[in-house]
T-cell receptor, first 112, second 114 residues
Framework: AQSVTQPDIHITVSEGASLELRCNYSYGATPYLFWYVQSPGQGLQLLLKYFSGDTLVQGIKGFEAEFKRSQSSFNLRKPSVHWSDAAEYFCAVGGDGQNFVFGPGTRLSVLP | DTAVSQTPKYLVTQMGNDKSIKCEQNLGHDTMYWYKQDSKKFLKIMFSYNNKELIINETVPNRFSPKSPDKAHLNLHINSLELGDSAVYFC?????????????FGSGTQLSVL
């Protein structure tokens, strides 16, 4: 069965700084990979997804993620963080015939 | 219009009571889900329905019973509530249930069992 780890429980960055959130997955075949964001009191919203092709994918709100098969990683990046990016971020993996599995989440705090 | 709406947003109740959470989607999707998010933010699937048919039923106590009167609605009924049921419950939908599809989430129902 697939699994997802997000090594960082909580990250704090200053507004304007760059951001990288880590995600590692375990899956036997080519995975479907997702990043979702959850703002306080809200449901999850899809930021971006990867299925195949170009390993660098662009998403909404200026986010991008890079799939590295050799490292089983799908890290999320943003060059300049805004205060409104403070939220919980979830990496998820899916595959043929398999449920989505969400990682434990990384809470992002942004300092003014 | 809200794509996936669930009610109520907050639910506070005593142990042993029975309660229901309702969910509706206006996206025309075939598949709907219930997820449970615990106090550590861990998100786990409970059920999924495709066009009113139960597809996924994870290891969930049978006190939890989903009901789908039509493909736009998936309600969750919980009998004999326990303290450990306290969590945020999210309804979600996707177009056909394929695992490469985007999930659309409701804003959650925070259940507190006292």
């Amino acid at each position: 069965a697939q699994s997802v780890t997000q090594p960082d429980i909580h990250i704090t960055v200053s507004e304007g700084a760059s951001l990288e959130l880590r995600c590692n997955y375990s899956y036997g075949a080519t995975p479907y990979l997702f990043w979702y964001v959850q703002s306080p009191g809200q449901g999850l919203q899809l930021l971006l997804k990867y299925f195949s092709g170009d390993t660098l994918v662009q998403g909404i709100k200026g986010f991008e993620a890079e799939f590295k098969r050799s490292q089983s990683s799908f890290n999320l990046r943003k060059p300049s963080v805004h205060w409104s990016d403070a939220a919980e971020y979830f990496c998820a993996v899916g595959g043929d015939g398999q449920n989505f599995v969400f990682g434990p989440g990384t809470r992002l705090s942004v300092l003014p | 219009d809200t794509a996936v709406s669930q009610t109520p947003k907050y639910l506070v109740t005593q142990m042993g009571n029975d309660k229901s959470i309702k969910c509706e989607q206006n996206l025309g999707h075939d598949t709907m889900y219930w997820y449970k998010q615990d106090s550590k933010k861990f998100l786990k699937i409970m059920f999924s329905y495709n066009n009113k048919e139960l597809i996924i039923n994870e290891t969930v106590p049978n006190r939890f019973s989903p009901k789908s009167p039509d493909k736009a609605h998936l309600n969750l009924h919980i009998n004999s509530l326990e303290l450990g049921d306290s969590a945020v419950y999210f309804c979600a939908s996707s177009e056909s249930g394929s695992y490469n599809e985007k999930l659309f989430f409701g804003s959650g129902t925070q259940l507190s069992v006292l």
